[in-house]
């Protein structure tokens, strides 16, 4: 009896201490840097999936116009954890170009990011790789929930109605996502390589140059109508730990099914999962991960629901690239 209630008291403690450890990275997110929150790119699990999230040079890769909408709850059922909206489109516009556009919403509790984007691709062929160089150009907001007035015991002042107002930033990002022989796919992105902020404050907090490195391998003969690609993503961004994510990719029956791990390396240890199915133009993907640390005691793991719409490209470019992936085959 004794041992039990000790041990709900610990527990509550423990939960008491999580509590306060996200209101103080919160507030120091916001007061200690007057700057930016965090880089936005590592919020989505499927971005190995979909490199457009996070690499302007993937915009229009595939040659077809693709919308992908998607929605995160990290740390499920814990009151105030992040919550992530993001609608992408990209897609073919000329020979050789692409175009996309994004728009991310993040609310971690009174915290809330805005994020536009908009980017452009150059695709260069050659018999056995196709590689694309992208720009993107970027509207951020970091900002505070009106919500923020609710408390009884928080009286507003100062910072806190600028911070409602938002710092703006305007951004502009690089990459290059390449595949080789259709098979070795590989990217380099160089998030917010040029930054500048765009309202009234002061920015005091000193900026470092992230990237994120992405190389994949596709196994397609195999039995059993099966692909395998295993993958593998590493991040350094602004005020997010270094980290690289370790994934394994199964797709079944012409990608009518798929399923896979994730393993993230760094940050919070998580061990994920994906389900995914696709039906004509639509692919629908649900993703869960679990974190080792012992918050995940205190939640419901992270949940990602996702769909995609294909829906056709430029045929004269679908065209080149079959007639190039003929050539490969016949080699």
């Known amino acids: 009896m004794i041992n039990s209630t000790l041990l709900i008291l610990r527990k509550q403690a423990m939960k008491n201490i999580y509590i306060l450890l996200f209101i103080v990275f919160g507030a120091s997110s916001l007061f200690g840097q007057n700057d930016r929150y965090f880089d936005e790119r590592y919020i989505s699990d499927m971005a190995f999936m979909n490199q457009v999230l996070v690499n302007p040079g993937a915009t229009g890769h595939d040659l077809n116009h693709s919308l992908f909408l998607s929605y995160k709850n990290t740390w499920a059922t814990f009151e105030g954890t992040p919550k992530s909206l993001i609608i992408s489109y990209d897609g073919p516009i000329a020979d050789r170009l692409g175009f996309g556009g994004l728009i991310l919403t993040d609310s971690n509790g009174d915290l809330k990011t805005t994020k536009l984007q908009g980017s452009v691709s150059y695709t260069i062929d050659t018999p056995t790789n196709r590689i694309g160089f992208g720009l993107s150009a970027e509207y951020i907001q970091h900002g505070l929930s009106a919500d923020v007035f609710s408390g009884p015991a928080l009286d507003p002042d100062e910072v806190i109605n600028q911070n409602i107002v938002g710092t703006n930033f305007f951004d502009v990002s690089f990459g290059v996502f390449g595949v080789f022989n259709s098979k070795l796919t590989y990217g380099l992105s160089l998030p917010s390589l040029v930054s500048t902020r765009i309202d009234d404050g002061d920015s005091t907090t000193e900026r470092e140059i992230g990237y994120i490195l992405s190389l994949g391998y596709k196994l397609d003969n195999l039995d059993a109508n099966m692909v395998l690609e295993p993958s593998i993503m590493v991040k350094k961004l602004m005020n997010v730990p270094f980290h690289a994510d370790i994934n394994l990719l ?77 050539k490969i085959m016949n080699k």
Not at 250 to 274: M, P, S
Not at 287 to 316: C, M, P, W
């Open 250 to 326: 199964a797709r079944f029956l012409d990608d009518k099914l798929r399923g896979g791990v994730t393993y993230t390396v760094g940050a919070d240890e998580t061990l994920g999962f994906i389900i995914g199915t696709r039906i004509n133009s639509m692919n629908f993907t649900y993703s869960y991960g679990a974190s080792r640390l012992e918050f995940q005691t205190y939640n419901n793991g992270t949940h990602e629901l996702a769909v995609r719409f294909d829906i056709g490209g430029n045929k004269k470019s679908v065209g080149m690239q079959k007639v190039t992936e003929d």
